[in-house]
């Protein structure tokens, strides 16, 4: 029954042209990341770019981690923007799926550190925001 609801909600049909435009406009911090995560060179995990889960678009995702990384820019500190995050995460929460979320800066100023917060990730299980 899990499948089902998965296959229900994850990558949408009605968003495939739109989670493609945004994979080929990667910003630069996410095409940054991406240099690290793609191919299964952090610890052998698959990730994906612009995964869907329902209606909203994660910039990437380790199904078999559940886990999903955002990259936030300023405009993510914006009041009416973080309690529409956090609304996001709690969603995600529901199905299971932590969320990471980590400013673009920190990808060119602390990268080693950011792939180390997203290791220590791996094997846990998801805990309410």
Known sequence: MQNK???????????KTF????RKNLTPAESKLWRYLQ?????GRKFRRQHSVNNYILD???PSEKLAIELDGEVHNIETQAEYDNERDLF???????VLRFENKAVFENLENLIDCIKKEFGKTSALP
């Open 5 to 15: 609801v998965d296959n229900l909600i994850n990558n949408k049909k009605i968003l």
């Open 19 to 22: 989670r493609r435009r945004l």
């Open 39 to 43: 191919n299964k060179q952090l610890d």
């Open 60 to 62: 990437f995702y380790c």
């Open 92 to 98: 995600l929460f529901h199905y299971g799926i932590k």
